[in-house]
C-alpha cells in the first residue's frame, strides 16, 4: 500500500512559494485514490495544491472533520473554482451553531461555525452526505475509514470549557459530537488524521485502536492542546510514550508550548503547509 500526505495549508509555511491558511487542509494519496481532509478558513489549499502539480477538481472525496469555520470555509473556494463533482463527507452534526467564549479581550461569544449550509451545497449541486454510523468505509477497493462518536475514556483528556454550541433557548459547552477522524488501515497498524482532535489524541488513538483492533503507528493533524495547560501537554507526551506510534505530525490548533515539548519524543514531525508525510 502506498500512502503520500501533504499537507496544503496550516497556520503557517515554511515554503515561501506556498501560502499559509488558518486551519488545515491534508491532501492524501491512497494508491490510486486522493481524499481531501479539511480545506482550511479561505480556500488557500488550492492555490497550493496548483503550485505543488495535484488537481482537487480530480479527487475522489473531501472530508470535512468538524463544523468549525477554519476547516470547512475553503471548500467555497473550491467551489466557486468550479469543482463541483466531488462528493462530501461529514459528521449529520456539523451544521449546529458554534461559538468561541473568549476572554482574551473581554468575555463575549465569537462565532466559530461553518459558514456552509445544507442549502447552498444543494444549490450547487454538491454531492455530500452527512454521515450518522461511527464506521464509514468511504471506498470499496480502499481501507480508508470515516470514524466518529469518538470514545472518551482518557481521564486528563477533558473536554475543553471554552467551545459552546447554541442549543434551545441557550448555550451549552460543545461535546464534539460532529467531530470525525480519518483513519487508514495500514495491514499491521493504523494512521489516524484530524483535523483538531478535540476528544484528545490518546481518546483518539485509543478508540482507533479498539475499533479495528491494530495500534496506531502515525496520528497527524490538530491536537487542540493550545486551549490546555502544561499539565495536560506533560500528560500527554507521557501518554505518547506507552504509545506505538512511529509518527506524531501535529500542527494547527496544537499550540507553541505542545509544540516544543513533542521535540522530545523522537518520533515527532511539525506540521506546515508542505509538509510530506510517506507512510
Not at 20 to 39: A, H, Q, R, W
Not at 177 to 189: H, N, T
Not at 222 to 231: C, R, V
Not at 266 to 272: D, E, K, M, Y
Request: charge should be negative; glycine fraction near 8%.
Amino acid at each position: 500500500m502506498s500512502v503520500k500526505i501533504t499537507a496544503l495549508s496550516e497556520n503557517i509555511s515554511d515554503n515561501p512559494e506556498l501560502l499559509p491558511d488558518f486551519g488545515l487542509s491534508l491532501y492524501i494519496e491512497i494508491n490510486d485514490k486522493t481524499i481531501l481532509l479539511d480545506t482550511g478558513s479561505t480556500g488557500k489549499c488550492l492555490n497550493n495544491a496548483k503550485k505543488l502539480g495535484f488537481d482537487l477538481s480530480k479527487l475522489d472525496a473531501v472530508v470535512l472533520s468538524h463544523g468549525h469555520f477554519d476547516h470547512t470555509d475553503g471548500l467555497v473556494n473550491l467551489i466557486e473554482n468550479g469543482i463541483k463533482t466531488v462528493p462530501v463527507y461529514f459528521n449529520r452534526y456539523m451544521f449546529c451553531e458554534r461559538y468561541w467564549r473568549r476572554t482574551d479581550d473581554g468575555d463575549y461569544y465569537f462565532p466559530t461555525m461553518s459558514g456552509l449550509s445544507p442549502s447552498y451545497l444543494q444549490r450547487n449541486k454538491i454531492t455530500f452526505k452527512g454521515l450518522c454510523g461511527d464506521v464509514y468505509k468511504l471506498f470499496a477497493d480502499e481501507d480508508a475509514y470515516i470514524l466518529s462518536n469518538i470514545e472518551r475514556v482518557c481521564d486528563f483528556e477533558e473536554i475543553c470549557p471554552d467551545d459552546y454550541i447554541k442549543s434551545g433557548g441557550g448555550f451549552i459547552v460543545d461535546d464534539y459530537k460532529d467531530e470525525c477522524i480519518l483513519v487508514i488501515d495500514l495491514g499491521s497498524s493504523l494512521a489516524v488524521l484530524t483535523g483538531c482532535g478535540h476528544h484528545g489524541v490518546i481518546n483518539i488513538c485509543r478508540y482507533a485502536s479498539k475499533v479495528f483492533g491494530k495500534p496506531v503507528s502515525a496520528f497527524i493533524g490538530g491536537t487542540h492542546l493550545a486551549a490546555f495547560g502544561s499539565e495536560r501537554i506533560k500528560k500527554t507526551v507521557s501518554a505518547l510514550k506507552d504509545l506505538d506510534l512511529k509518527i506524531l505530525a501535529a500542527g494547527h490548533c496544537t499550540g507553541p508550548e505542545a509544540m516544543l515539548a513533542f521535540k522530545a519524543l523522537p518520533f515527532f514531525i511539525p506540521l506546515h503547509t508542505g509538509t510530506k508525510i510517506n507512510l
